[in-house]
């Protein structure tokens, strides 16, 4: 029993050191590219590139990180978390390095450079089944690095005012090559080969069910020995309760949880969510790669407001677990409304011209909608279609997220041209979420009859 106890400690402390890595290489690498606009005022400052060539940068950076899963997803499932993670953060390091070297004019040295940063950030998808490990509350867990995510944010505002204090950005960025580099070196030699966490606990559960069937098999024959076997066509008690436990337990389960992959992601509700997902993207990718253009308009003309939007990205991870906490408490689809509402709102408030202030609030509330739109849709993945095949159901959803969210260059390129097709670049972004909001409504629904179904069980 001692040893079961120290076994547990083990197992509770090696859960906790895998989340913390998690959470790091998340934070880290993840969501880099979208703290793009204290990039690009540096960048600007420089007078290398133009206001278009500069939203090719982005655009390569934040289409990478999207499209980027898909493959990533495939990979981890097939060769493993630890493999495909270190392959990952090689991608990053080479990344930073590239940004780190190029010159403010050299279109194809930063494209690439954010390419490489955004196709690294599939780490975080390999990492994410770590909320697996905390089966008391998977979804706050999983909200939590996207949290982490919203966090990496902060990198490049970080990497500009160490360029600012002295380091340049060669400097700066090199920095942050280093760090990654520490945490290529952690992955290995912590991170599980296989694509489970779970791999100590399911020796540890092995090695009690093999103890468990020799000491079935010993009372068995001590019976037997005694005469005193029981009927063949009695029925034993505990067999009885743990059958009905478990058709209660797959009876609490949704509908598609733990399907089959075609099965999964052919059906209803997951072709639903990847529609949800990749509509509400392409307009908050566009938000990124517009908003310092068009608070410059506004008058930001020294770059604050943008420095400030940076800040509240990335500071809004500390609400990440209040998206998991919805989700556990309140279902995913009001997770999933509140993400689209905040979203929604974000974007009708560029329309206001004065006073400039006012932005501060469109600025929070997209930020908390973004991280609210990531970590519901990761959340709403392993908690209605479980992690059987959560690496593919992710990467399909990153991945017609990125198809569709290229129209966002084209959509820049737009509203570049003039003042009324900036204005409606920006009605196709409040639209875009609200067509969203009817499907929230059915999931809810959907939701809400499974938890009748429960209670009646």
């Not at 500069?54 to 990478?64: E, H, Y």
């Not at 706050?140 to 600012?164: E, I």
């Not at 069937?213 to 029981?230: L, Q, S, V």
């Not at 966002?408 to 196709?428: G, I, R, W």
């Amino acid at each position: 029993r001692a040893s079961r106890r120290g076994g547990g400690r083990l197992a509770m402390d090696r859960r906790w050191i895998l989340y913390a890595l998690a959470f790091l290489v998340t934070s880290s690498v993840s969501g880099v590219v979208y703290g793009w606009p204290a990039l690009r005022r540096d960048l600007l400052d420089e007078c290398g590139l133009t206001e278009n060539e500069l939203g090719a940068v982005f655009t390569c950076g934040a289409w990478s990180v999207q499209g980027g899963r898909f493959l990533v997803g495939i990979a981890r499932d097939k060769y493993g978390t630890k493999i495909t993670v270190c392959v990952c953060l090689s991608l990053v390091l080479c990344g930073s390095v590239l940004v780190a070297s190029s010159a403010s004019d050299n279109l194809l040295g930063l494209c690439f450079g954010m390419l490489f940063l955004g196709m690294g950030s599939g780490a975080q998808l390999c990492v994410q089944p770590v909320a697996g490990l905390f089966p008391e509350a998977t979804s706050t867990a999983m909200a939590s690095l996207s949290g982490a995510f919203q966090l990496s944010g902060l990198v490049f505002l970080a990497c500009s005012a160490v360029a600012t204090a002295g380091a340049g950005r060669f400097g700066a960025y090199m920095g942050h090559a280093g760090v990654v580099a520490v945490l290529f070196i952690f992955s290995i030699k912590a991170l599980p080969s296989g694509v489970s966490f779970d791999e100590e606990k399911e020796d540890v559960s092995q090695a009690n069910d093999a103890e468990t069937e020799r000491e079935t098999e010993m009372t068995d024959e001590k019976k037997k020995a005694d005469g005193k076997d029981r009927d063949v066509f009695a029925v034993d008690d505990k067999a009885t309760a743990d059958a009905t436990a478990l058709t209660l337990t797959l009876k609490k389960t949704p509908r598609h949880f733990g399907a089959e992959r075609g099965a999964l992601l052919t059906c209803d509700e997951f072709l639903c969510l990847v529609a949800w997902f990749s509509v509400m993207v392409t307009p908050s990718q566009y938000y990124v790669l517009s908003v310092g253009y068009q608070l410059e308009r506004k008058g930001d003309a020294d770059g604050s407001f943008s420095r400030a939007f940076t800040l509240l990205y990335g500071f809004s991870a500390p609400l990440a677990p209040l998206a998991g906490v919805c989700a556990d408490y309140l279902g995913v689809a009001f997770a999933q409304f509140l993400a689209t509402a905040l979203s929604l709102i974000g974007y009708a408030i560029l329309f206001v011209e004065k006073p400039l202030s006012v932005q501060y609030v469109g600025m929070a509330s997209y930020s908390v909608g973004r991280m609210f739109l990531f970590a519901t849709f990761f959340a709403n993945v392993g908690r209605r279609f479980g992690y059987k095949h959560y690496g593919a159901a992710v990467g399909v959803g990153m991945l017609a997220s990125a198809v569709l969210s290229m129209l966002q260059y084209p959509m820049f390129q737009a509203a570049l041209e003039s003042k009324t097709n900036l204005d409606a670049m920006n009605v196709v972004c409040v639209v875009c979420a609200a067509a969203c909001l009817p499907y929230c409504a059915w999931l809810g629904a959907r939701e809400r009859n499974e938890w009748r179904k429960r209670r009646r069980e």
